[in-house]
C-alpha cells in the first residue's frame, strides 16, 4: 500500500539528548515537510524540501535539523537547543509545493522527561 | 504565521443535524483545502477548492469559496458521530520568491456529535 510512515509512534527523550524521528514515503512525491502541533493548535511549519537535496527553514526551525539524501525519506532532528520539544510531530508528503493535497503521517508524540 | 481561522473552535450537535464551519483567511490564494484530524492521528484531506470556484460537493461534504470576503464554509449534512473530529482549513504559502512551501493551516474546529 502507498502512503507515508511516521515513526516511532511514541518517543520519550531526557533533557539534553538529540532525537531523530523518522518519516519514509513510497508515493513517489517531490515535497515533503515537517509539522508540530501543539494542544488546541493548528500545525506550525518546521522544514520543507520541495526535492532531493534541498530544504528550507519554515515558521518554527530553531532547534531543529533536517536532511533529504532520498526522495523517500525526511528526517527530523530534534536537538538539545529546541527549548519546548514535547508536541506532536506531524510529517506530509505531496506531489509538489503547489495547489495539491497533503499526504499526512500518523504523527510522533515526542514527549520530554 | 497562521493564514486560516476557524469558526467555530468547538462545536457539538446531535447526531442526524448539519454541522457548519467557517474559516477566514487574510491573503489571496490560488486554493484552500479542508483537512480533518481524528484525536492523536495524522490529517486527512477532504476536499480542495480553487479560488475560480464557489463551491464543491463530496458525499455529505459541501465546500464554499468567496473570495472577496477571504472566507470559506464547509457543511456536513446528516451528521454521524464518526464525523467527531477536528477541521482544518489550509490555504498555500508563497515565499518573496514566487514559489510555495506548504500550507498553512487554523487552529481548527473541534467537532462533537452525541449520538
Known amino acids: 500500500d502507498g502512503g507515508i510512515t511516521q515513526s516511532p509512534k511514541y518517543l520519550f527523550r531526557k533533557e539534553g539528548q538529540n532525537v531523530t524521528l523518522s518519516c519514509e514515503q513510497n508515493?513517489?512525491?517531490?515535497?515533503m515537510y515537517w509539522y508540530r502541533q501543539d494542544p488546541g493548535q493548528g500545525l506550525r511549519l518546521i522544514y520543507y524540501?520541495?526535492?532531493?537535496?534541498?530544504?528550507q527553514k519554515g515558521d518554527i526551525a530553531e532547534g531543529y535539523s533536517v536532511s533529504r539524501e532520498k526522495k523517500e525519506s525526511f528526517p527530523l532532528t530534534v536537538t538539545s537547543a529546541q527549548k519546548n520539544p514535547t508536541a506532536f510531530y506531524l510529517c506530509?508528503?505531496?506531489?509538489?509545493?503547489?495547489?495539491?493535497?497533503?499526504?499526512f503521517g500518523q504523527g510522533t508524540r515526542l514527549t520530554v522527561v | 504565521s497562521q493564514q486560516g481561522e476557524e469558526d467555530p473552535q468547538a462545536l457539538s450537535i446531535q447526531e442526524g443535524e448539519n454541522a457548519t464551519m467557517n474559516c477566514s483567511y487574510k491573503?489571496?490564494?490560488?486554493?484552500l483545502q479542508w483537512y480533518r484530524q481524528n484525536s492523536g492521528r495524522g490529517l486527512v484531506h477532504l476536499i480542495l477548492?480553487?479560488?475560480?470556484?464557489r463551491e464543491k460537493h463530496s458525499g455529505r461534504l459541501r465546500v464554499t469559496l468567496d473570495t472577496s470576503k477571504k472566507s470559506s464554509s464547509l457543511l456536513i449534512t446528516a451528521s454521524r458521530a464518526a464525523d467527531t473530529a477536528s477541521y482544518f482549513c489550509?490555504?498555500?504559502?508563497?515565499?518573496?520568491?514566487?514559489?510555495?512551501?506548504?500550507?498553512?493551516f487554523g487552529k481548527g474546529t473541534h467537532l462533537i456529535i452525541q449520538p
Open positions: 506530509a508528503s505531496s506531489p509538489t509545493a503547489l495547489n495539491t493535497e497533503a499526504f
Open positions: 508515493l513517489n512525491h517531490d515535497a
Open positions: 524540501s520541495q526535492i532531493v537535496n534541498d530544504f
Open positions: 491573503t489571496s490564494i490560488n486554493n
Open positions: 477548492i480553487r479560488s475560480n470556484e
Open positions: 489550509a490555504t498555500d504559502r508563497w515565499y518573496s520568491g514566487g514559489g510555495a512551501d506548504g500550507l498553512t
